[in-house]
Nanobody, 121 residues
Framework: QVQLVESGGGLVQAGGSLRLSCAASGSIFSIAAMGWYRQAPGNERELVAAITSGGSTKYADSVKGRFTISRDNAKNTVYLQMNTLKPEDTGVYYC???????????????WGKGTLVTVSS
């Protein structure tokens, strides 16, 4: 089994910054893509940012230029630096990872339990 544990959420004023972290542990041989999703009340979960094991990244248009995703492969950890936060960034942020538990095994999708980010105006 694999566990993902997020941290770093909280309450911040508009224009402020937060840094989210997500550490993966358990039966891990390798991790392909890792990413952050968010879900605002009444909305569907949406991709915020993702990063491959090689460091290629992609972002939602709404966060480009403000958020930066990075990862430490040695620590199986992914980060999300969020700057110039806006009230519309409010939501529960979930970590996602595509994990291979054994060599040559197919990857499996794992999710963290989420961390709440609240941006006040």
């Amino acid at each position: 089994q694999v566990q993902l544990v997020e941290s770093g959420g909280g309450l911040v004023q508009a224009g402020g910054s937060l840094r989210l972290s997500c550490a993966a542990s358990g039966s891990i041989f390798s991790i392909a893509a890792m990413g952050w999703y968010r879900q605002a009340p009444g909305n569907e979960r949406e991709l915020v940012a993702a990063i491959t094991s090689g460091g290629s990244t992609k972002y939602a248009d709404s966060v480009k230029g403000r958020f930066t995703i990075s990862r430490d492969n040695a620590k199986n950890t992914v980060y999300l630096q969020m700057n110039t936060l806006k009230p519309e960034d409010t939501g529960v942020y979930y970590c996602n990872a595509d994990v291979m538990s054994l060599p040559l095994s197919p990857g499996a999708d794992y999710w963290g339990k989420g961390t709440l980010v609240t941006v006040s105006s």
